[in-house]
């Protein structure tokens, strides 16, 4: 299966995810590793709201959500929602139907901090104009840390299942599907391209729209503390592979002369398990890249996403 794997370092800073509130206190997602530190963490459904929010303002539908019965799920029908057929979905308590679920295509992890982060408390207090009534005092944990954002896209995004769909689905479909046989199975794929009235069905133009978003554009978080509410990226490294190889355990980053930099020695390690796979590394700061003779690279500018782009949907569909 031909797989795309992205390792994005990212900045963030505030509660842009907050866990919850414990009185007046408003927590920020953490967990803490066995040798006692604090990792703080933005969650892998947020990034996904976050895009899906985007996605939508580029003229791609989302999935309603409902609640037949106690759980609140989607549609379930990835041929008319862009969302239900990137991130998947489960369809378990549909009355007169039998369960039904599509496995993403699109998975991600979050924004996960690769080192221990010092966690503070910004206080605040709502006020009433008139000073009428007492002030209502707030806190809020915030923390400004380094992330790591790992994607892995595979090659069935617009490719569904016969048992990911209804016949209802497929007769309903504004667009044709294409019935295909394989490994025993029957499979319906979007068609690869369409009329601009008609994109939000197309593959190549659900994927490009994605990678536009993740990659160039970014997404807006829900919520803002104490910085602004985008992430700031430093780098994304990127592999484009028919095996599944840990790219993600070889993506860090080291503060050299005060500047967040690659860490091109660690990642040179990865070179052993390559196998003629491409290996891409989008600098966001333009700052220079350390090379190793164990590891090659295409080093993309930020004016260039545009033909990385290009060639991650000729490689992947």
């Given at each position: 299966?031909?797989?795309?794997?992205?390792?994005?370092?990212?900045?963030?800073?505030?509660?842009?995810?907050?866990?919850?509130?414990?009185?007046?206190?408003?927590?920020?997602?953490?967990?803490?590793?066995?040798?006692?530190?604090?990792?703080?963490?933005?969650?892998?459904?947020?990034?996904?709201?976050?895009?899906?929010?985007?996605?939508?303002?580029?003229?791609?539908?989302?999935?309603p959500l409902e609640r037949p019965r106690r759980v609140v799920i989607s549609k379930g029908n990835p041929v008319l929602y862009i969302d239900d057929d990137l991130f998947g979905f489960m369809m378990a308590e549909v009355p007169g139907e039998a369960a039904r679920k599509r496995f993403a295509p699109i998975k991600t992890d979050g924004i996960v901090s690769l080192r221990h982060c010092e966690i503070t408390r910004d206080f605040g207090g709502r006020f009433d104009p008139e000073g009428v009534q007492d002030p209502s005092p707030f806190e809020v944990e915030v923390a400004d840390f380094i992330g790591q954002n790992n994607w892995i896209l595979t090659e069935n995004i617009g490719k569904f299942e016969d048992k990911e769909i209804t016949q209802e689905i497929i007769q309903n479909s504004p667009v044709e599907l294409i019935e295909k046989e394989e490994n025993g199975s029957k499979f319906y794929y979007l068609p690869d391209e369409l009329p601009e009235d008609k994109k939000e069905y197309s593959r190549r133009k659900r994927l490009k729209a994605f990678l536009e978003v993740l990659l160039k554009e970014r997404y807006t978080f829900p919520r803002s503390a104490t910085g602004l509410h985008q992430p700031h990226y430093y780098y994304a490294v990127i592999l484009q592979t028919e095996r599944f190889l840990p790219l993600f355990a070889y993506v860090d980053y080291e503060i050299k002369d005060s500047k967040v930099m690659l860490n091109m020695q660690k990642l040179a390690k990865l070179a052993g398990l390559l196998n003629n796979e491409k290996l891409t590394i989008i600098n966001f700061e333009d700052i220079p890249i350390q090379t190793f003779s164990e590891v090659t690279f295409e080093e993309v500018s930020i004016n260039l996403i545009d033909n990385l782009i290009a060639e991650i949907l000729n490689f992947l569909l």
């Open positions: 299966m031909k797989r795309v794997l992205i390792s994005i370092l990212a900045r963030v800073k505030g509660n842009v995810n907050a866990n919850g509130t414990v009185g007046a206190l408003t927590e920020i997602k953490k967990f803490f590793t066995t040798d006692g530190e604090t990792r703080v963490f933005v969650s892998g459904r947020c990034v996904k709201y976050c895009i899906k929010q985007r996605l939508e303002e580029k003229g791609f539908k989302l999935s």
